[in-house]
């Protein structure tokens, strides 16, 4: 029943998923992390084999390719579609927010106080059409060095942002994501994250998630206390050029 892909996949979702067990190990934690894979660039066939093997996190950082392969999927296998749960991982433009709530299981790049009411709204009108829609669960997305064109609050806006977002009635405040910089090193960026959290959640007992870590710094990630990594290449291979 194997393809090659398939196989390929299945090594190297099981390899990462022992690197996430050694980090853990390492850093003496025994709780569940969540591994949303991060499917961007690659088609739905992959997404399809990923759910096929016990997938259930699937990442998107692009609104339009993420809306195409959700309907893809629903159309291959409403079953199996119903077993994955979309994150939407990337920068959203506010005029894209509305749209993004009609297929999103949970969006960890909110950034503003505009794309939370977008979401807040497309939420709200999916509600009004059936009864078995709960609040999206969503994280804020922290700029680290307040470069806000890489996407992010800067912490300063954080807290404002945070209790805005606690007010919307179909939002749920998750925690925090973080995209470290290029600059310098990432175990000091995930620190400091790690920081900013913790604030976060003491000002929000729910905010729980601190979504963080990558293909290449998982164990950095986990070290500082990560509850879900979002994790492409080490599973999927190089992105295809597009
Ligand atoms: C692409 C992407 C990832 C996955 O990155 P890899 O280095 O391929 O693991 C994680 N988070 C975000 C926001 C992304 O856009």
């Known amino acids: 029943m194997t393809d090659p892909r398939t196989e390929e996949l299945a090594s190297r979702l099981a390899a990462t998923r022992e690197r996430l067990d050694a980090a853990l190990a390492a850093a003496g934690r025994t709780d569940e992390v969540d591994l949303v894979v991060v499917t961007k660039f690659h088609p739905v066939d992959d997404v399809i084999r990923l759910a096929r093997l016990g997938v259930r996190d699937v990442g998107e950082n692009r609104v339009q390719e993420a809306a195409a392969k959700v309907a893809d999927l629903a159309a291959a296998d409403a079953g199996l579609a119903s077993s994955v749960r979309w994150n939407m991982v990337g920068n959203i433009q506010s005029n894209k927010a509305t749209a993004v709530a009609g297929w999103a299981d949970r969006v960890h790049s909110v950034h503003s106080a505009k794309v939370a009411g977008g979401l807040d709204r497309?939420?709200?009108?999916?509600?009004?059409?059936?009864?078995d829609v709960p609040p999206l669960p969503v994280l804020l997305q922290l700029s680290l060095d307040g470069d806000t064109s890489r996407g992010g609050v800067s912490r300063e806006d954080l807290p404002a942002l945070a209790d805005h977002v606690a007010g919307l009635a179909?939002?749920?405040?998750?925690g925090l994501m973080v995209v470290p910089p290029l600059e310098g090193d990432a175990a000091a960026h995930f620190a400091d994250a790690a920081e900013v959290a913790e604030g976060l959640r003491r000002a929000h007992p729910g905010a729980i998630g601190f979504s963080a870590g990558m293909s290449g710094d998982i164990e950095a990630a986990i070290a500082a206390g990560s509850t879900c990594v979002r994790v492409g290449t080490a599973i999927l291979g190089p992105r295809p050029v597009v």
């Open 122 to 131: 497309g939420r709200a009108r999916l509600a009004d059409e059936r009864d």
């Open 170 to 174: 179909h939002l749920t405040l998750s």
